[in-house]
């Protein structure tokens, strides 16, 4: 496929197994009809609720960087479209996946379930408490932006487990950290720069500095600057990533 070969492997990823999957799912099923003919673009999409699927290359490194294994339990905090949940289901054994907005929960597990991924499991909550009832995971991902690692997501990783998620200002440069757990000890490796939506909070784990939203999932909303059809007016910045995302 000429995303996989033009987007995923040239940019450095080397994973076989994330390769497969990004050949194997088909990305124009996570996305509006009226934008079938763009699924397999360089670019985030819009499928409602002011929320996007995520650039390719984007869900191929954190899939990468969460080195999973066939028999690994996976958490993922915010579902959105469900593209992100059926390429770790292609990879792992389970995967468990949290959205705040309750239509895209929906959506997705219905999609999801058409498709045949049966070992992938939806859940409409506050993705800030993880879901501990199916605790600890081998690997976390969490697909839009903290200004701090929630503890909750910590203490549900398994010993030697990892976790993946950006850290930063919504719409600003933020930086990709894979989070690795040893017993007591955290180990944290700044992987690269992106720019994804806001993690939010709701009134039972407000993150500090932040409103109150509408819980914690995945906004997976566009940065500011975010033009599809136009190339971005980047903000100055010292570290701009060459690769973005939205979620």
């Not at 360089?42 to 002011?50: E, N, R, T």
């Not at 859940?123 to 697909?143: C, L, M, Q």
């Not at 990783?157 to 040893?182: F, M, N, R, S, Y």
């Amino acid at each position: 496929m000429k995303m996989v070969e033009t987007q995923i492997r040239r940019r450095g990823v080397t994973d076989q197994e994330v390769l497969d999957a990004m050949e194997r799912v088909p990305r124009h099923e996570f996305v509006p009809d009226r934008l079938k003919d763009q699924a397999y673009g360089d670019y985030p999409l819009a499928i409602g609720y002011g929320q996007t699927i995520s650039q390719p290359y984007i869900v191929a490194l954190m899939s990468e960087l969460l080195a999973l294994e066939a028999g690994d339990k996976v958490l993922e905090i915010g579902t959105g479209s469900g593209y992100q949940a059926a390429i770790l289901a292609e990879i792992t054994a389970e995967v468990y996946s949290v959205e705040i907005i309750k239509a895209l929960a929906d959506e997705a597990a219905e999609r999801l379930r058409r498709l045949g991924y049966a070992n992938v499991h939806v859940r409409n909550a506050d993705g800030y408490f993880g879901w501990k009832e199916h605790s600890p995971y081998d690997a976390i991902i969490v697909t839009c932006a903290a200004d701090h690692i929630p503890p909750s997501l910590v203490e549900q990783l398994a010993d030697g487990g990892k976790l993946v998620l950006p850290i930063g200002p919504p719409g600003d440069c933020q930086t990709l950290w894979e989070v690795t757990k040893e017993g007591e000890k955290i180990t944290k490796r700044d992987v690269t720069g992106c720019a994804l939506c806001r993690l939010r909070a709701g009134t039972k784990g407000m993150i500090p500095g932040h409103k109150v939203g509408r819980g914690v999932g995945c906004a997976h909303s566009p940065p500011y600057w975010y033009k599809p059809s136009t190339a971005a007016a980047r903000p100055a910045t010292r570290r701009w990533p060459r690769y973005r995302s939205a979620g």
